[in-house]
Every structure is written in C-alpha cells, then in structure tokens.
C-alpha cells in the first residue's frame, strides 16, 4: 500500500522528541499510530491531542528492554487496527562519557536500549510481517555512528550495531519487507537530559545548532510513502552546520 493513509505504524520511544514528533505527523497524514514508550501519561496526552485533531492513536506502556512489551506493542496494532505496517524503533539513550570513566552500568544499558530493544521490535514484528507479507522496519541510528568523537564510542558502537543488524535484515527480508535506518544529527530533543554534566556540556554546544524534531519525522514520513517496490535504506539529516 503506497502513501500513508491507512497505514498502522508503531512507534518506540514515542513520548517526546523524535518519536513525538512522527506520531503527529504520520497521524496529521492519515497513519493510525500506535504509542510506545515507559511514560504512560505522556503517551496518553499524546494520543487525546491526536484524537482531538481528528487522528487515529493507540498507546501502551512500552520498556524495549522487556522483549514481552514489544510483542505487546504489535498485539495492540492488530487487535485495534488489524495489521501492522510500519515499526520505527526510535527508543535510544545517549549516556555518554569518556571511556576511561568505566561506567559499565551506562554502556549495559544503551546496549540493552539502543540495540536489544531493537533486535527485541524485529523478533516481535517480523513473523507478523512475513504472515501478512508486508511490512516496514524504520531505525533510528545516529550521526555519532559516521563520524566517532570521544565521549560518544559506546553510544555510536549500539547504533552501528543496530545498523548492521538493519542492513542483513534487508538483505535476509527479500522483495515483501522494507528495511529503513535513519541517522539524526543534533536534533533538539530531551535527549541530553539524562547525561552527566561533562558530557552534556558537548551536547549542549550541538543543540545551539540542533534541528527541530520534525525534520527527522519528515524524512521518516518520507521512506514510508514510497510505493511498496520502493526501498529507502539510509537517510541521514543534520544541521548543515554540523561538522
Ligand atoms: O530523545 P528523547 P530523541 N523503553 O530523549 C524513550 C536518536 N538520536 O527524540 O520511556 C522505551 O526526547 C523515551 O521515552 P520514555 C536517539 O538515540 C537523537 O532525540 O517515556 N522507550 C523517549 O520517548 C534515539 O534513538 C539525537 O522515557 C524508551 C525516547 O526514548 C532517537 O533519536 C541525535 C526507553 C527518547 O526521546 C530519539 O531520541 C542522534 C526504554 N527503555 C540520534 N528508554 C538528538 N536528539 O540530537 C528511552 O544522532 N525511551
């Protein structure tokens, strides 16, 4: 089914920024999403705003780090909407810091988050996918993983990973399954939030140039529209400012 009217699209990590801002856009344009993150009352709020502006939106507590609330999350779309065709696996934290801090608890849990839960969406979606023989995976990655700076090693090291898993995926999928990563720059989110302050102090100088959440949703509203055939594998926006 081209476009994006119609179209069942999940969505992780959807109570702020990035995944925020693809909920009302996909929503704005005709998609039914269906809202997972940890923060109920958000996602909730969300999907009332949605409604109230004449969309159609499901929601449920997600943690990609519990592989049953990823099959949770497909459940939902299928009982509410009967199918699911599009999974953007957009949760990520960016707990980042220099190496030589040893914060093991930190680099386990980006692992567990930015890698696991995404591997975690492929088990949960994929057998779906080949039973309707339709089906797209989106992935957030991230800038950090083209170009590596200090501090951000273990970060980039889960979202390479997770574009590798999406490039064999693509290939393993064959002609029915659409695989798409997209890699964000700067982009002003609450992603900085939850970092140490030495560490936020590089993001902080980024976020001077950061992008709108928006400008991700675009691009991800874009691989979705394409004609079935029609394969976006790799998209990356950034700030043109950014080096
Ligand atoms: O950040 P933020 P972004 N289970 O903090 C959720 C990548 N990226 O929109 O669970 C489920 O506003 C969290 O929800 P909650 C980045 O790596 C960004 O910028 O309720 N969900 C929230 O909705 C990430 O993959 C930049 O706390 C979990 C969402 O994740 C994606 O963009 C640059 C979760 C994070 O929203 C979206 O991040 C770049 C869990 N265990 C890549 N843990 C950038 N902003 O500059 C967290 O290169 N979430």
Redesign the pocket.
């Known amino acids: 089914m081209p476009g994006i009217e119609g179209k069942v699209v999940a969505i ?9 801002a693809t909920a009302l856009l996909l929503a704005e344009r005709g998609a039914k999403v269906v809202l ?4 109920p009352e ?1 996602l909730a709020a969300l999907a009332a705003r949605i409604e109230q502006a004449g969309g159609e939106a499901a929601w449920i507590r ?4 519990r592989r049953e609330d990823l099959h949770g999350l497909v459940k939902l779309a299928c009982e509410r909407y009967g199918k699911l065709d599009v999974l953007v696996s ?5 707990l980042i810091s220099p190496l030589d801090d040893l914060r093991v608890d930190d680099w386990e849990q980006m692992i567990d ?2 890698l696991k ?1 995404v591997l975690y969406g492929i088990a949960a979606a994929l057998p779906l996918f080949r039973e309707q023989g339709f089906g797209h995976f989106v992935n ?5 993983g083209l170009r590596i700076v200090p501090l951000q090693s273990v970060y980039a090291a889960t ?1 390479n990973a997770v574009r590798t898993v999406s490039e064999g995926l693509r290939q393993e999928a064959g002609a029915d399954l659409r695989v798409t990563v997209v ?9 900085a ?1 939850h970092m140490d302050p030495a560490a936020k102090a590089q ?1 902080d100088k ?1 976020m001077e140039i ?1 992008l709108p ?1 928006d400008a ?1 949703a675009r691009a991800i509203a874009f691989a979705i529209e394409q004609p079935d055939g029609v394969d976006v594998g790799d998209i990356v926006v950034r700030p043109t400012a950014q080096g």
């Open positions: 992780t990590g959807a109570s702020s920024g990035i995944g925020e997972g993150a940890r923060r958000r997600t943690d990609v780090t957009n949760a990520g934290i960016g988050v930015n839960g957030t990655v991230s800038t950090a979202k890699s964000p720059g700067a982009v002003r989110t609450d992603f939030e993001i980024l950061a959440p991700v």
